[in-house]
């Protein structure tokens, strides 16, 4: 910055200020060339002799205004001081840049005013404005309204169809893109790209990945954006084969590796229980770690596994080489610090985000900072947390609160966290069946039916325990109870043998997961082993050969009989058993947890 002003004060010296060539090259630098120096090109702006401003200088003005969304009325202001007295009249340039700064935070009547001007300019017919026109809109989640000027528009390009693709995905309204996307005339890499992100967004990884499939096979190549969000897919799916595979993929197709795409390798590996390799990967990633997003990546992997200590290790080489962390590297930070039960070096990692970094903390690190002190048992300072907070806490706050107390058994306040849940929220079905368990837990049976009956009259279900595993490049699910399988008789047969083994090497259900009011312990046994995860490890055990480690994705908490069950299970069965639960990663090995039965 210091060289852009000596040279300015060259060209004030010399006169070329006055120039309007010179001018604009300046403006342009200043506003538009990551500087962010707006309001110094606007002072120079405002500088420059009235007489001698021409159209390309307003131009260059109102797009580097369109660029902030907290400039963006700066950018119609300019619009109007340029109209006044009828001096210039606007091109496609000035409409473009004007839509894109109303689509960023203005008004809608900003930018019907602005498309009269077009109007009247007779650009109404333009190509560029025309997509401009429909992208203003699709900002604004009017996608109907940018469909209507799409059937309108006299010409089209691939670029107003990907418009529109994007524009329904952040409208939420992923059928209608599918269904756009369909009947485009052709498609490009980046109709793709934007069609599977949407899908990956919305949580929708199977058919992310199906998409990607078909993206393959009709020829078209992807791009480091596409494989950021496939890899996604498979991350969230565990879905390790075809994560490998996208990997051999980049290496082959010699796809230049950026600061996402290896950030997007490091998490699909660590998700995927590869945690060594998710670290090798890192490590052997040389020139690319300037940025933050590799070490996020790296640090949540190591924080969802549990390696707490290594996962602050990692913090302080990020330190050391410089790299500015963001708050997604706090929330990381204090997730390992929770899972590893470190709750000094998680209270100093809180106060260090404003103190040493300037990152004010946000409702998701007091989130993490509840979930700490809840764990680890100090149930009255994480109340006193939530109390002392500069935002007003919200369900999941208080959510992480009532789930420290059904691990520490505190009913009463407990009951206290439940009618403040009730009131921010009368019907959510996730505090409810949480307080649900809690009395049951400790054989309170008529509150917890009374809960329960709560639920099913307002017409909401907790979701279902689901666990899946990949075979083959193919996903079977499993819900509790599960008999829709083609192999349900055989596994259920295994099932029966594997309980039997169980108990024969000293096994004992923990009957006080039971959430139902069942008497015969021998139903309250079966019960037990009906639990997801137990029948897609049986599965995987049935259908691979003797040693082959068993990853399994379980949407809910891993319960406590299940996991001494699975410890059990990987020694009597000698087997590696890798289960991520919406918590964390449990890694079973001869008996023995990483987690410590700490979780």
């Known amino acids: 910055m210091d060289r852009v002003r000596q040279v300015h004060a060259q060209m004030v010296v010399s006169g070329l200020i006055s120039s309007p060539i010179s001018a604009n090259k300046l403006l342009k630098l200043l506003g538009e060339s990551g500087f962010g120096s707006l309001s110094y090109a606007q002072q120079v702006f405002d500088r420059f002799p009235e007489r001698n401003r021409d159209l390309f200088l307003y131009n260059t003005m109102i797009k580097a205004h369109s660029l902030m969304a907290h400039s963006a009325h700066n950018a119609v202001s300019l619009f109007k001081s340029m109209l006044w007295g009828s001096r210039f009249t606007p091109n496609q340039y000035t409409l473009v840049f004007l839509f894109r700064a109303c689509g960023n935070g203005l008004q809608v009547c900003d930018g019907e005013q602005v498309r009269v001007h077009g109007i009247k300019a007779g650009l109404e017919g333009n190509l560029f404005v025309t997509n401009a026109l429909i992208g203003m809109y699709a900002d604004w989640g009017l996608v109907d309204e940018a469909k209507k000027v799409f ?81 996604s897919a498979c991350a969230n799916l565990v879905a390790l084969d075809q994560g490998r595979w996208i990997h051999v993929y980049i290496d082959k197709s010699k796809i230049k590796m950026n600061e996402r795409l290896l950030a997007s390798l490091i998490d699909m590996y660590a998700k995927c229980g590869e945690l060594e390799f998710a670290f090798k990967v890192f490590q052997s990633a040389c020139g690319l770690k300037t940025k933050v997003w590799p070490w996020n990546a790296m640090i949540g992997g190591f924080a969802m596994h549990g390696k707490s200590e290594e996962a602050i290790e990692l913090f302080r080489q990020l330190e050391i080489e410089k790299v500015s962390p963001n708050k997604i590297t706090f929330v990381s930070l204090l997730n390992a610090c929770s899972h590893g039960n470190m709750v000094e070096e998680g209270r100093q990692c809180f106060k260090s985000m404003a103190r040493s970094y300037g990152i004010e903390p946000e409702i998701e690190h007091y989130g993490c900072l509840v979930d700490l002190l809840g764990r680890a ?185 299940c996991h001494q069950a699975i410890k059990f299970i990987s020694k009597v069965y000698c087997r590696d058993i890798i289960v991520r639960d919406r918590i964390r990663f449990h890694h079973f090995k001869d008996g023995m947890c990483s987690c410590k039965d700490y979780w």
Not at 169 to 194: C, N, T, Y
Not at 402 to 430: M, P, T, W
């Open 377 to 561: 048992g100090l149930l009255d300072e994480a109340e006193e947390i939530i109390s002392s907070m500069p935002v007003t806490p919200d369900i999941a706050i208080w959510g992480a609160l009532l789930g420290a107390c059904r691990i520490h058994r505190d009913i009463e306040r407990a009951e206290r966290v439940g009618k403040v849940i009730k009131e921010l929220d009368l019907n959510h079905i996730g505090c409810q069946v949480l307080l649900s368990n809690v009395y049951s837990a400790s054989g309170r049976w008529n509150e917890a039916k009374a809960l329960r009956e709560n639920a099913e009259l307002i017409g909401r279900k907790k979701t279902p325990g689901c666990s899946s595993i990949e075979l083959n490049g193919l996903f079977h699910q499993f819900l509790v109870g599960d008999r829709s399988h083609p192999q349900t008789k055989q596994l259920y047969l295994f099932l029966d043998e594997m309980g039997a083994k169980l108990k024969a090497a000293g096994y004992s259900p923990e009957f006080s997961e039971v959430l139902l009011d069942i008497d015969d312990e021998e139903d309250k046994e079966t019960s037990l082993l009906r639990h997801s995860e137990k029948l897609a490890i049986a599965f995987g055990i049935m259908n691979t050969p003797p040693g082959t480690t068993i990853r399994i994705l379980k949407n809910l908490r891993v319960c406590g009989d």
């Open 151 to 231: 059937d309108c528009s006299l010409s089209r390009d691939m670029f107003s169809w990907n418009i529109m693709i994007s524009g329904y995905i952040r409208s939420g309204k992923l059928d209608e893109a599918k269904e756009f996307f369909q009947e485009m005339p052709q498609h490009d890499v980046v109709s793709w790209s934007s069609l599977i992100s949407g899908y990956v967004q919305a949580g929708h990884f199977m058919e992310a990945l199906d998409l990607f499939h078909e993206m393959l096979r009709a020829g078209a190549k992807p791009n480091q954006f596409t494989l950021v969000s496939a890899l």
